[in-house]
């Protein structure tokens, strides 16, 4: 077992991560990969996979502001060190889920444009909150809702879409897995970290307990808004149709086969998943779980 220190290492990160698991990929996935053409060919579906890239574009450039922020403002520098391996983590993972909206046919002069138009406004204030604390230098409270509540949020989505796509879109299942390697490792410095400056810091709590239940509240609001859009629905049941009989469709996530749920179903699978993995990790670092108001 490695100690905390060398686990959250540079000399650990060169070994796990580039030379590890990402050795000879190409922007994340297998090199020649592409997106499958029916994906390419159907202007609703193709138009799908961009928002929801864009999704993963906002979270990720959240994250890089909070990573890069958060160094100077850690108390350490074991800390710092890590947050600088994370912070490269993370400019990649921007930099992949934006190289999959130019595969998407997304135009680089238009990037910025499509982004703004496809933003969720829920993830976008979800993504304020954490900012706020960063901006303030608030190295416990930016941890907590990066490094457990953003990347937390993240691992499961990220999980999520890995298994419904694993079969139809192998090129993005690949560039998701390197990803949540990423963050499980992410996850793990935020509980490990954090738990003894809790501690030292009781008088935080309140604040960070608020801060969990609303960032909470606006993830929830996003996956609403996501699920509950009757044309993705429509479009979502066609893809599985279209991509064979023989039931390649979607994968097993959290037990349950995807293909049979409704979008509700995986809508409170997913939020049930996240919120209960929440409570578990907060419970670790001291902190009282707060339940959000249900959008
Ligand atoms: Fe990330
Ligand atoms: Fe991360």
């Known amino acids: 077992m490695r100690d905390f220190l060398d686990a959250y290492s540079i000399q650990y990160w060169l070994e796990s991560c580039p030379q590890g698991y990402l050795e000879g990929t190409e922007y994340g996935h297998r090199p020649g990969e592409k997106e499958p053409e029916l994906l390419l060919d159907d202007p609703t579906l193709r138009e799908q996979a961009i928002s929801t890239t864009v999704q993963l574009v906002v979270g990720e450039r ?48 238009e990037l910025e444009d499509v982004i703004d138009a496809f933003a969720n406004p829920n993830l976008v204030k979800f993504a304020e909150i954490l900012l706020e604390k960063v901006d303030k230098k608030d ?6 809702g990066q490094n457990v509540i953003l990347e937390g949020m993240a691992f499961h989505v990220f999980e999520m879409m890995h298994a419904t796509s694993e079969k139809l879109n192998p090129k993005f299942a690949h560039t998701l897995s390197g990803t949540i390697a990423d963050e499980r490792r992410h996850v793990g410095f935020g509980e490990n970290r954090i738990g003894s400056l809790i501690q ?27 699920f509950r859009d009757t044309a993705s629905r429509e479009e979502v049941q066609r893809m599985r149709r279209e991509a064979g009989s023989d039931g390649a469709g979607s994968g097993t996530w959290q037990g349950a086969n995807l293909a049979d749920l409704e979008p509700e179903e995986m809508e409170r699978l997913l939020a049930d998943t996240i919120l209960g993995e929440f409570k578990k990790r907060l419970a670790r670092i001291g902190i009282e ?4 108001a249900r959008p």
């Not at 190295?139 to 907590?144: D, Y």
């Not at 030292?200 to 996501?226: G, N």
């Open 62 to 109: 959240c994250a890089l502001a909070a990573s890069s922020g958060l160094i100077n403002a850690a108390p350490d520098e074991a800390s710092r060190r890590f947050l600088a391996t994370q912070t490269l983590d993370e400019a990649r993972h921007v930099e992949i889920f934006t190289q999959r909206l130019y595969d998407l046919g997304v135009k680089k002069s």
């Open 139 to 144: 190295f416990v409270a930016g941890v907590v």
């Open 200 to 226: 030292a810091h009781p008088e935080k709590k309140p604040e960070i307990e608020r801060m969990q239940r609303d960032m909470s509240y606006y993830m929830l609001a996003t996956f609403a808004d996501r």
């Open 289 to 292: 779980y707060q339940t959000p």
